[in-house]
């Protein structure tokens, strides 16, 4: 669940055509993390940057993809609020209902 949530991140802040920067530290930390190279593609190793955009590690204090780490639910909506406020004409959020255990969906 945490590497499709990266993979849906990076695709979202790409598809935005947010000009990229790399992040020289997560590019060697996924080529670390990643098994094998035939893992790895372009849009993998990379995280984009705009400025005034929270990336997931300023939010969540941990890049994606990192291993032994899980995203919940409540964290991944804090992040794409986060995004919602910066990028306000881009990303929004809505609540549709609520879970049993008293959280939003």
Same mark, same amino acid.
């Given at each position: $669940? /945490?590497? !499709?949530?990266?993979? !849906?991140?990076?695709? %979202?802040?790409?598809?935005?055509?947010?000009?990229?920067?790399? %992040?020289?530290?997560? +590019?060697? #930390? !996924?080529?670390?993390? =990643? =098994? /094998?190279?035939?893992?790895?593609?372009?849009? &993998?190793?990379? #995280?984009? %940057? *705009?400025?005034?955009?929270? =990336?997931?590690?300023? !939010?969540?204090?941990?890049? @994606?993809?990192?291993?032994?780490? %899980?995203?919940?639910?409540?964290?991944?909506?804090?992040?794409?609020?986060?995004?919602?406020?910066?990028?306000?004409? +881009? &990303?929004?959020? $809505?609540? @549709?209902? *609520?879970? /049993? /255990?008293?959280?939003?969906?």
């Amino acid at each position: $669940m /945490k590497i !499709v949530t990266g993979f !849906v991140i990076l695709f %979202l802040l790409a598809g935005f055509g947010i000009q990229a920067q790399e %992040l020289a530290e997560f +590019r060697t #930390l !996924v080529k670390t993390w =990643t =098994t /094998k190279p035939e893992f790895l593609s372009p849009l &993998v190793d990379h #995280l984009p %940057l *705009k400025s005034g955009v929270p =990336t997931p590690r300023e !939010v969540l204090g941990y890049f @994606i993809g990192e291993p032994k780490k %899980l995203t919940y639910t409540a964290d991944q909506q804090r992040f794409f609020r986060q995004l919602e406020k910066a990028l306000p004409e +881009r &990303v929004r959020t $809505m609540t @549709i209902g *609520k879970v /049993k /255990k008293g959280g939003t969906f």
